[in-house]
Every structure is written in structure tokens, then in C-alpha cells.
């Protein structure tokens, strides 16, 4: 199996308002370095067969770290799978049920 590149991307949508709208202070925030140093080291950790395998971990982690009150969408995009005439990759996602269908 050849390694392929991907790039991991995440929206984040706040059902409430968070804190540092008014404080404007780190510690009342998520922490985004933190966020991706443990996606790095999620999907760093080994080899995956597929990228489903890969989402579905990182829907877990970011599951396990975000508040309840802040819903995500996790993406990935294998930018040059080797497929005759793919041209700009593909793309997955998945998380909390699509970000609620993307707030409807």
C-alpha cells in the first residue's frame, strides 16, 4: 500500500455562544493547536486501509474533547489518490450527525 497525502480539516459550529465572544481571553476558548497536535498524533500513530477508519477515530477523539455545546464536522481530503483521471482529490466527512445536518 503507497502512502497517499491528505489534509484533515474541521468546522466548528458553537451552539452557544462561548465565552471569549465577551472576555476575549484564551483560557474561555477552544484551544485549536491542541485540537490538531491530537488529530497529528491520532493519524500519525499507523498505518490506515481507509479513510472511513480514519474519520470514524477522529470522530471519537473530537467527540471525547470538544464541549456538548460545540458541534464539528471532520474532513479529509486525499489530495492525490491514484486514480486515472481524479483530479482534485476527494473528499469525506462525517461528525455529530453532520454538524445537526448543518444546523438545518
Known amino acids: 500500500m503507497l502512502p497517499q497525502e491528505i489534509r484533515v480539516s474541521i468546522d466548528i459550529i458553537f451552539l452557544e455562544t462561548p465565552q471569549a465572544f465577551q472576555t476575549d481571553e484564551l483560557k474561555d476558548t477552544l484551544c485549536f493547536a491542541e485540537i490538531c497536535t491530537m488529530l497529528r498524533q491520532l493519524y500519525s500513530q499507523g498505518e490506515y486501509k481507509t479513510v472511513e477508519r480514519m474519520l470514524k477515530l477522529g470522530d471519537e477523539k473530537l467527540s471525547d474533547h470538544l464541549p456538548k455545546s460545540a458541534k464539528f464536522i471532520l474532513k ?28 438545518q
Not at 481530503?77 to 444546523?103: C, D, M, Q, S, Y
Request: proline share 7%; net charge negative; hydrophobic share 45%.
Open 76 to 103: 479529509i481530503h486525499k489530495v492525490n489518490p491514484p486514480i486515472e483521471g481524479l483530479l482534485g482529490g476527494v473528499f469525506f466527512e462525517t461528525g455529530n450527525n453532520l454538524a445537526l445536518e448543518r444546523i
